[in-house]
């Protein structure tokens, strides 16, 4: 049992009390695991603490509107980007995680140490001014002034860096929020949207939740997201439900993969960008698939749901989009989902990963930045 030894304060160390910063990041971890749920209590933390609520609007992390509700700003939500993106980065310390480089040269955003001779039609922004200065120098044979010709310029050489449109598929369903599985999801998405503000200004991101049904998130809806809600118990389901016509109640908490991919490449479809990939993190077989106009729920897991799924990844591979599957394992009762990641893996030419919550932020942000193929320009 611990000890603790009791003593009068003194007044020889001084109270410390917590910074809006730490606060708003403890705040955040009960936001990663709960979602707008925790949002709902700061009107009784005003009650109990007012104090730490005033804090963390003074400091701009959330925010009150007039109907006295609170949201996270988005200083807030680039804070909680950010965050998780140093949490990956310190991990990933010895892997040395790098920028979507390519062997192409030529106008881009990533500045070498090499230069070159400038050319008509280089950006001046680019200047090498000691590498030019020499050039002028050993041409005039020293003396001052130093005159610059044309012929002295030099500008730094930059690498071609690929844009690449990215979908990253978030599974919704009842059985992520245990092991902390749906959290750790969304921690690597906020890093991927907090690396690609930082770094890959022309890359396009969009996050897709998906559970019976898919939807996109933005930054804020993803923050305050959760698992859905386990609605029935039966231990084995067979419904068909309309959508054109849905009834009442719709339980929500199925696994949808083929609904998310082809919400997926319906997004992708629209952008330019060469490069596509979608990036699926899920943690069990699909069981439930769209036929026609109607819904399918089925458990356990049925081939039929898995052939259903196992087409619209075919469609995704012949749009030229890779696919990288990871599935979320935390016990041995998850071979089916293991084998069902490998067949999608053979079927989209793509890769598929196994991993528990705590691993998975590595795998991704390396499958993202793997992902993005070199194209030359034309």
Request: glycine share 6%; hydrophobic share 35%; net charge negative.
């Amino acid at each position: 049992m611990p000890s603790f030894e009791y003593s009068k304060f003194d007044g020889s160390k001084k109270f410390s009390p917590q910074s809006a910063d730490q606060l708003f990041d403890k705040f955040s971890e009960f936001l990663m695991d709960y979602g707008d749920a925790v949002l709902d209590s700061l009107n009784d933390w005003e009650d109990e603490n007012p104090d730490v609520v005033e804090m963390l609007v003074k400091q701009g992390y959330v925010s009150k509107d007039r109907d006295g509700t609170y949201s996270v700003t988005p200083k807030g939500l680039k804070r909680v980007e950010n965050k998780a993106l140093e949490s990956l980065f310190q991990i990933q310390n010895k892997d040395k995680l790098g920028r979507h480089e390519t062997e192409f040269r030529g106008l881009g955003q990533m500045k070498t140490e090499e230069s070159k001779p400038y050319e008509y039609g280089d950006p001046v922004s680019n200047l090498n001014m000691h590498e030019t200065l020499k050039n002028a120098i050993y041409r005039q044979g020293g003396g001052s002034p130093v005159s610059i010709h044309e012929e002295d310029l030099e500008i730094f050489d930059t690498e071609y860096q690929t844009s690449c449109a990215t979908v990253v598929l978030i599974d919704m369903s009842g059985s992520m929020m245990h092991y902390g599985k749906y959290a750790a999801a969304k921690r690597v998405a906020m890093a991927l949207q907090g690396l690609v503000r930082s770094r890959y200004q022309s890359d396009f991101l969009q996050i897709v939740g998906f559970y019976t049904y898919a939807t996109a998130m933005s930054e804020r809806d993803l923050l305050n997201s959760a698992p859905k809600q386990v609605s029935i118990f039966d231990p084995y389901v067979s419904l068909r439900v309309p959508l054109d016509q849905p009834p009442e109640f719709v339980p929500e908490h199925f696994t949808n993969i083929q609904a998310g991919l082809q919400f997926a490449r319906r997004i992708l479809k629209r952008q330019p960008a060469q490069n596509q990939q979608i990036i699926c993190i899920t943690d069990g077989e699909p069981t439930a698939h769209i036929e026609g106009r109607e819904m399918v729920l089925l458990y356990p897991p049925a081939e039929k749901t898995a052939r259903h799924t196992l087409n619209e990844v075919k469609r995704c591979a012949s749009d030229g989009i890779q696919i990288s599957s990871f599935a979320l394992i935390e016990d041995y009762f998850y071979h089916g989902l293991v084998n069902f990641v490998e067949q999608m893996a053979i079927v989209s030419k793509g890769i598929c990963a196994t991993c528990n919550a705590q691993d998975m932020g590595n795998m991704v942000i390396n499958s993202f930045v793997k992902g993005r193929k070199t194209k030359a320009r034309v």
